[in-house]
Structure formats: C-alpha cells, structure tokens
C-alpha cells in the first residue's frame, strides 16, 4: 500500500489550533529536559523476533546513550527529519541507541497498521508503540502540540530535548548534533550526506519513495540574521524529581477534574511544612500557569493552589 494511503489511514494532521498556541514567543516543552531522569517505560514492537511482545526502554540504557523520537502523529512531513535521525543513529548504532515510539489512543488500529507503515518507510529502527496511548509515558509530560519529540538522554539523563510542533529537515543539524555528542562523534555527518546515504539504499528521498511529491521545506532567508531576544519566564522548574513528575501529571490535557484534585492533593501533602518545597511547588505552578498547560480546570486549580501555599501559616 502506498505511504500516501497508509498516513492517510491514520488520520493524522496537525492541530491548527495547537499550532498557534505556541507563539514564537513562546518556548515550547515536552518531555524531561536537560539534566533530568529519563525513566523506564513499555513499547510494542512490530518487527522481529519480539513481535508483539512488550519491552522496557532506557532501563538498559544505563550504560549506552539513547535516542528517543517520540512521534505523535504519523504525517508526510515529518519523514525528511525522521529518516534522517535514524539513517545517523545507524551510522552510530555500536554507541548509540535509537528508539522510534508511535503515540496513538487507538491501540487496536495501531498495532494493525504500523506494521504496513514500517515496511512503507523502511527505517533502520522500526517505529514501536507506545502501551501508555496518546498521552506516552505518564511521568514525561509529553506535549501533544508537538508532532514530534526528540530526547537525548546518557545514563538515563536528559542531555538534549527537542520539543518540535513542525518538525522539518532545518531541524536536522541540532538534533544530530546532539546525538553526535552523546555518543562521542567529533565530525557528524551533513543532513545532506545521510539522506544520500539512504536513498542509495532505499531509492527513496527525504523518507518518500522517487517519484513521490516531496513536502515544501523552507529555505532561511537570505541576508544577516539577528539573535531572538530572550524569553525571560516567571517561576521555575522543580529540582526535586517527585516535584517534576507531580508537575507533568497535572498538566496532562486527558486529565479529568478529579486527577487535577488528587495531584493538587497529593503536592500539598508532599511539601507539608517544609519552605523549600514549598517555594519549588510555587515557582513550578506559577511557570505552568503562565504557559497555560494543562486543563481550563487545572488553571483554576493551580491558582488555588498556588494562593494556599503562599499563605502565611497562622
């Protein structure tokens, strides 16, 4: 069956919507960023001896660095960058993990069409799926605005996280660029070089088979470029691990009103009496409130929240 029909079959676009919600003022998050745990969740895969059968990622990442693509939704455009990424993770396949994860709240659809899918794109790292649903692994916050994401993680610690709402071929040189430096490559090779290296061995360009249309990838525009300004944001991530994860479930859109109580409930018997969590707790919500993830209700919600912790104790 041609890519075209299978995407198609999918259903799959990109939200109009969520893309104008994240302004080019406005940083974009999703999943653990740098410098905190990646920890372990399941996948299904569709290839191989283990068929069918579930398995843990990043557990047995301890020692070797890891790629992790998050994919929420299956589109032509995001196959130039996809392929890409995984044509390098297989160049540097003996220091460097590679794990492709579909994202789908249909599982039964899922697992009966992406195997079609794998064998239409003909990666070197099959797409798996996730056996957490649309939302992905509960703790990691995943953003469902973004088609992709791409973490970087060494001894299961984020070393790069790359949150992409419009995933394209001009994103390439960073995400490689990471890579290269978590699995110790000095001289990575162009986006140029590894798509010629794939359509030696597929016939295929940028992720589509000769002859296809190609997706429009924009070109910089010519002239000298200027530095955005920085985006000074209120409030702070939470240091402390149970904090973060607390922070990622209360923003959850699938969340229902009571899931958005039972976090609020369980924050405010975490940090009890102690300031410190206190004031990460504050600084977390008060970031997260500026952002306006999660729910309408979990907005109201932490602003209650956050008005009862800076209470003064009587």
Same mark, same amino acid.
């Given at each position: 069956?041609?890519?075209?029909?299978?995407?198609?079959?999918?259903?799959?676009?990109?939200?109009?919507?969520?893309?104008?919600?994240?302004?080019?003022?406005?940083?974009?998050?999703?999943?653990?960023?740098?410098?905190?745990?990646?920890?372990?969740?399941?996948?299904?895969?569709?290839?191989?001896? @283990?068929?069918?059968?579930?398995? $843990?990622?990043?557990?047995?990442?301890?020692?070797? %660095?890891? /790629?992790?693509? #998050?994919?929420?939704?299956?589109?032509?455009?995001?196959?130039?960058?996809?392929?890409?990424?995984? $044509?390098?993770?297989?160049?540097?396949?003996?220091?460097?993990?590679?794990?492709?994860?579909?994202?789908?709240?249909?599982?039964?659809?899922?697992?009966?069409?992406? %195997? &079609?899918?794998?064998?239409?794109?003909?990666?070197?790292?099959?797409m798996?799926?996730?056996?957490?649903?649309?939302?992905?692994?509960? @703790?990691?916050?995943?953003?469902? &605005?973004?088609?992709?994401?791409?973490?970087?993680?060494?001894?299961?610690?984020?070393?790069?996280? #790359?949150?992409?709402?419009?995933?394209?071929?001009?994103? &390439?040189?960073?995400?490689i660029?990471?890579m290269?430096?978590?699995?110790?490559?000095?001289?990575?090779?162009?986006?140029?070089?590894?798509?010629? $290296?794939?359509?030696?061995? /597929?016939?295929?360009?940028?992720?589509?088979?000769?002859?296809?249309?190609?997706?429009?990838?924009?070109?910089?525009?010519?002239?000298?470029?200027?530095?955005? &300004?920085?985006?000074?944001?209120?409030?702070?991530?939470?240091t402390? $691990?149970?904090?973060?994860?607390?922070?990622?479930? #209360?923003?959850?859109?699938?969340?229902?009103?009571?899931?958005?109580?039972?976090?609020?409930?369980?924050?405010?018997?975490?940090?009890?009496?102690?300031?410190?969590?206190?004031?990460?707790a504050?600084?977390?919500?008060?970031?997260?409130?500026?952002?306006?993830?999660?729910?309408?209700?979990?907005q109201?919600?932490?602003?209650?929240?956050?008005?009862?912790?800076?209470?003064?104790?009587?």
């Amino acid at each position: 069956m041609p890519i075209s029909r299978l995407l198609a079959a999918f259903g799959v676009v990109v939200s109009f919507v969520s893309t104008l919600a994240a302004t080019a003022a406005d940083p974009v998050f999703s999943g653990p960023q740098a410098g905190e745990k990646v920890s372990p969740f399941k996948i299904v895969d569709f290839v191989g001896g @283990n068929a069918g059968k579930e398995r $843990e990622v990043v557990a047995a990442a301890d020692e070797t %660095p890891v /790629t992790i693509i #998050f994919v929420h939704g299956i589109e032509r455009s995001i196959l130039p960058l996809l392929t890409t990424l995984d $044509e390098y993770g297989h160049r540097r396949r003996e220091t460097l993990r590679m794990v492709i994860v579909l994202l789908s709240g249909d599982r039964a659809d899922a697992e009966k069409r992406l %195997p &079609a899918v794998n064998g239409s794109i003909k990666l070197h790292t099959p797409m798996a799926l996730s056996v957490d649903g649309a939302e992905g692994p509960g @703790n990691y916050g995943l953003n469902k &605005a973004c088609l992709m994401t791409v973490l970087v993680a060494s001894k299961n610690i984020a070393t790069a996280n #790359f949150a992409l709402i419009q995933p394209g071929i001009a994103d &390439a040189p960073t995400v490689i660029k990471a890579m290269a430096a978590a699995s110790g490559d000095g001289n990575p090779p162009t986006p140029e070089a590894l798509q010629a $290296e794939r359509a030696k061995r /597929t016939g295929a360009i940028g992720g589509m088979r000769r002859g296809a249309t190609q997706p429009a990838v924009s070109q910089p525009a010519s002239g000298p470029t200027t530095k955005p &300004a920085a985006v000074h944001l209120p409030g702070a991530a939470p240091t402390d $691990e149970k904090l973060m994860g607390l922070l990622r479930s #209360f923003i959850q859109r699938a969340n229902d009103d009571a899931r958005v109580d039972q976090v609020v409930k369980e924050v405010e018997a975490y940090v009890k009496d102690d300031s410190a969590l206190k004031k990460q707790a504050i600084d977390g919500w008060v970031r997260v409130l500026h952002l306006k993830y999660g729910t309408d209700y979990a907005q109201k919600a932490g602003k209650d929240l956050v008005d009862r912790l800076q209470k003064p104790k009587e």
